[in-house]
T-cell receptor, first 114, second 113 residues
Framework: EAGVTQFPSHSVIEKGQTVTLRCDPISGHDNLYWYRRVMGKEIKFLLHFVKESKQDESGMPNNRFLAERTGGTYSTLKVQPAELEDSGVYFC????????????FGPGTRLTVL | AQSVTQLGSHVSVSEGALVLLRCNYSSSVPPYLFWYVQYPNQGLQLLLKYTSAATLVKGINGFEAEFKKSETSFHLTKPSAHMSDAAEYFCAVNLYNFNKFYFGSGTKLNVKP
């Protein structure tokens, strides 16, 4: 069974540009999560999808971040326009059902904003 | 409010020595507790988890952790470090009725030959 995949693995962009990160969860997992780790600090929750619906987006830092999950399958996280403080590693995770206490993480996308 | 504190951002041990990585949490309700490991250039991998069953939890690669409610701790141990244990370790809390993790800031383990 394939794990959670993320694309790209690395992205380097200039301040003001747009970047889109993609996450493919484990097949059949209704729950999809985005997390971010900035500059060696703790990994912080961004948002949670159940199928195509946003269950909890309390961790989204501002309206420059837009997450979508088309058809309840893969998800994209767009940052527009990117700022220097958006640099970090963005992790995606999935789990099969609400209340299932384990999440399966992808390798992350390292975003560098210059 | 929920929070996770990992004491020591870097820990260095000799090969064969005891590994002890510390994690304390604060939570308004009984939590589920996890340790994840990230090897270089890889994603987060679950080491072990506590979900209100046995307080001493055994995980993969010889690691174990003990949930101590009175101390609000969930320290990770391994009796004998191996070179392959060099990685970054994250403690995390997941509340019973919620689906988001609260992570500590991570501890990088260095194993010296």
């Amino acid at each position: 069974e394939a794990g959670v995949t993320q694309f790209p693995s690395h992205s380097v962009i200039e301040k003001g540009q747009t970047v889109t990160l993609r996450c493919d969860p484990i097949s059949g997992h209704d729950n999809l999560y985005w997390y971010r780790r900035v500059m060696g600090k703790e990994i912080k929750f961004l948002l949670h999808f159940v199928k195509e619906s946003k269950q909890d987006e309390s961790g989204m830092p501002n309206n420059r971040f837009l997450a979508e999950r088309t058809g309840g399958t893969y998800s994209t996280l767009k940052v527009q326009p990117a700022e220097l403080e958006d640099s970090g590693v963005y992790f995606c995770a999935s789990s099969p059902a609400l209340g299932y206490n384990e999440q399966f993480f992808g390798p992350g996308t390292r975003l560098t904003v210059l | 409010a929920q929070s996770v504190t990992q004491l020591g951002s870097h820990v260095s041990v000799s090969e064969g020595a005891l590994v002890l990585l510390r994690c304390n949490y604060s939570s308004s309700v009984p939590p589920y507790l996890f340790w994840y490991v990230q090897y270089p250039n890889q994603g987060l991998q679950l080491l072990l988890k506590y979900t209100s069953a046995a307080t001493l939890v055994k995980g993969i690669n010889g690691f174990e952790a003990e949930f101590k409610k009175s101390e609000t701790s969930f320290h990770l141990t391994k009796p004998s470090a191996h070179m392959s244990d060099a990685a970054e370790y994250f403690c995390a809390v997941n509340l019973y009725n919620f689906n988001k993790f609260y992570f500590g800031s991570g501890t990088k383990l260095n194993v010296k030959p």
